[in-house]
């Protein structure tokens, strides 16, 4: 699967903005879609999951309530719809996919990855 980040920008805090992930090469609908992030200097992190069909859907603590992601799957893309933006949000955010999709939360399990989206928040 080749994945494709879209979407971020420079923006104030308390904006809304939303980032885009599309996919080809696979049949998209056979991936659980997640969504991290990686701030200068810290770990990547885990943001925001959801599974092939777009029942479930998983979310960071720190983002529940003001992100949310969701997919298509006749346009082969994930989104992530980041609202009540905070600088602390400030990072490289990734896209990528899961076949198994036993551990949503854990990057390591993930097969596919994109090249990353910046996205800066201004206090």
């Known amino acids: 699967v080749q994945l494709q980040a879209s979407g971020g920008g420079l923006v104030q805090a308390g904006d809304s903005l939303s980032v885009s992930c599309a996919a080809s090469g696979r049949t998209f609908s056979d991936y659980v879609m997640g969504w991290f992030r990686q701030a200068p200097g810290k770990e990547r992190e885990f943001v925001a999951a959801?599974?092939?069909?777009?029942?479930?859907?998983y979310y960071a603590d720190s983002v529940k309530g003001r992100f949310t992601i969701s997919r298509d799957n006749a346009k082969n893309t994930v989104y992530l719809q980041m609202n009540s933006l905070k600088p602390e949000d400030t990072a490289v955010y990734y896209c990528a996919a899961d076949r198994a999709g036993r551990t949503p939360e854990v990057g390591s399990v993930y097969d596919y990855w994109g090249q990353g989206t910046q996205v800066t928040v201004s206090s």
């Open positions: 959801i599974t092939w069909s777009g029942v479930r859907r």
